[in-house]
């Protein structure tokens, strides 16, 4: 059972190529079928999730995830993250989250960026 309609959550964590590498720019997003959370990645590749405002938390609930990590200051923007990765019904990625939890996620790098 989760807490009371107004309860949110913290959801953290760090975003990290499979060499270990972290992702230094972008967004994971947590999404359901009617809302998309957020949480910016860092340069150490930290993020944090929230609703109105990065961090904030999230309501408690079942989430698809995806990471995005794109190069924005180049005349072509630059997505260093594998597609697979990108798209929250593609990743795999999956969480049920019922109180304030660390998710650590590892992604692929776009072979051509």
Same mark, same amino acid.
């Given at each position: 059972?989760?807490?009371?309609?107004? &309860?949110?959550? $913290?959801? &953290?964590? +760090? #975003? &990290?190529?499979?060499?270990?590498?972290?992702?230094?720019?972008?967004? #994971? $997003?947590?999404?359901?079928?009617?809302?998309?959370?957020?949480?910016?990645?860092? @340069?150490?590749?930290?993020? &944090?999730?929230?609703?109105?405002?990065?961090?904030?938390?999230?309501?408690?609930? /079942?989430?698809?995830?995806?990471?995005?990590?794109?190069?924005?200051?180049?005349?072509?923007?630059?997505?260093? #993250?594998?597609?697979?990765?990108?798209? @929250? /019904? +593609? @990743?795999?990625?999956?969480?049920? #989250?019922?109180? @304030?939890?660390?998710?650590?996620?590892?992604?692929?790098?776009?072979? $051509?960026?």
């Amino acid at each position: 059972m989760y807490a009371g309609c107004n &309860s949110k959550v $913290n959801v &953290s964590g +760090k #975003v &990290s190529f499979q060499d270990g590498t972290p992702v230094t720019i972008g967004k #994971v $997003n947590f999404e359901d079928d009617q809302h998309t959370y957020f949480g910016m990645i860092q @340069s150490d590749g930290q993020y &944090s999730v929230g609703g109105l405002r990065d961090g904030d938390g999230i309501p408690p609930g /079942k989430y698809r995830v995806c990471v995005t990590g794109v190069i924005t200051d180049e005349p072509t923007p630059k997505q260093l #993250v594998a597609e697979k990765w990108t798209d @929250s /019904k +593609k @990743s795999g990625l999956e969480y049920d #989250v019922k109180k @304030s939890m660390v998710v650590d996620i590892e992604v692929e790098r776009n072979p $051509n960026p």
